[in-house]
């Protein structure tokens, strides 16, 4: 497959729906490991304590609303990132074209995705996406995809399968402009242990008051350590050597490492993936919230370099998590998004 990538540019990239750089950190490990560069031409994010964050982290601020940024003005390039907010899809399967998706963010991705032309995209969602209104919603998301040239497939994977002491499984949706094939990431890399994520010697502003932690301890008396504590809606505690999914709206009691502390805030960050060159700026509340609504970098990192080696960009690489290929579905038609407004908020729930 020929690619008209030019290999001595970057890979010109827009982070829509940035948060606080999840996507960025991938892609730019990515492309550094191929020899290449990548370079953000534009992001956007709604959310002001996460243009901070991502502003003291990348040194540029993200646009806000995408809603108010029309198409054309977004800058030409080659990989459109976005890890788009999982609003009810409610009209989804009751209309045809644009009707079917312009009462949610999704929308917004696809004006962009008919006017600017990159040459491949990365989505990311939730899991519960996929079984959405009986599969109608992602079913229609993908036909919208395909009908505006794109040759599009989608997989849920788990951070756990990826080295991330976190079980958060997450819909990927990949598209390109090629007909060649991707190579799905398979998993089976080593979890990294709790013990190489957790602080040593937190603050006591995190640990569970004492009736919290008896609670805790007479509801499951056996369990390892280090492990973290998961409460169900139904008050039922289970103990892992692995986090469940973080969540930017849970119980600030949510988890609990070993029944007695919640999780500080370069902890979650450690167990989405990010860095610790990642600079914190804003309060505990935000960054927890802006953790749990985060994707797992890792996880970007495996599916960005199945979509660099379809799009020859950079050198080859092998690391030994891959398997496929997976047939990407070639079928023709146009969209009709330019210009309309989209009318759901632009936030990330996760």
Avoid at 19 to 45: H, L, M, Q, W
Avoid at 118 to 134: C, I, R, S
Wanted: some cysteine.
């Amino acid at each position: 497959m020929l690619s008209d990538f030019d290999q001595a540019g970057p890979v010109k990239f827009v982070d829509l729906f940035c948060g606080i750089g999840g996507f960025r950190f991938a892609v730019e490990k990515v492309a550094k490991a191929r020899g290449i560069t990548a370079s953000c031409v534009f992001s956007s994010d709604i959310d002001g304590a996460c243009q901070d964050a991502y502003e003291a982290n990348f040194g540029e601020r993200p646009s806000g609303d995408i809603k108010n940024v029309e198409s054309h003005l977004v800058p030409d390039h080659d990989l459109l990132l976005a890890g788009f907010p999982c609003q009810p899809f409610s009209i989804i399967g009751q209309k045809r074209g644009f009707d079917d998706t312009r009462g949610t963010l999704f929308f917004d991705i696809a004006r962009i995705l008919e006017v600017k032309r990159p040459k491949a995209f990365v989505l990311e969602n939730v899991k519960m996406l996929v079984g959405h209104d009986g599969g109608r919603t992602i079913r229609r998301i993908m036909e919208t995809l395909r009908g505006l040239g794109y040759h599009a497939e989608f997989k849920v994977l788990n951070a756990l399968d990826f080295g991330l002491p976190q079980k958060r499984e997450r819909v990927w949706i990949v598209g390109s402009r090629t007909e060649s094939s991707i190579q799905w990431p398979s998993g089976g890399i080593s979890m990294k242990p709790l013990s190489e994520v957790l602080e040593k010697d937190v603050p006591q502003k995190y640990y569970a008051s004492e009736h919290i932690r008896e609670k805790r301890r007479n509801r499951l008396k056996s369990f390892t350590t280090p492990s973290i504590w998961h409460e169900n809606k139904a008050g039922n505690i289970s103990a892992y050597p692995y986090s469940c999914a973080l969540r930017a709206g849970a119980s600030y009691n949510y988890l609990l490492v070993d029944g007695k502390r919640r999780l500080t805030p370069r902890e979650m960050l450690r167990l989405q993936g990010f860095p610790d060159t990642f600079k914190i700026v804003c309060s505990d509340s935000q960054t927890r919230k802006q953790a749990g609504n985060s994707l797992p970098v890792n996880v970007a990192e495996v599916v960005l370099e199945s979509l660099f080696e379809q799009q020859e960009w950079g050198e080859e690489i092998h690391k030994g998590v891959f398997r496929g290929p997976v047939q990407l579905t070639v079928l023709e038609g146009k969209g009709n998004y330019h210009g309309k407004r989209a009318e759901a908020q632009n936030r990330r729930e996760a």
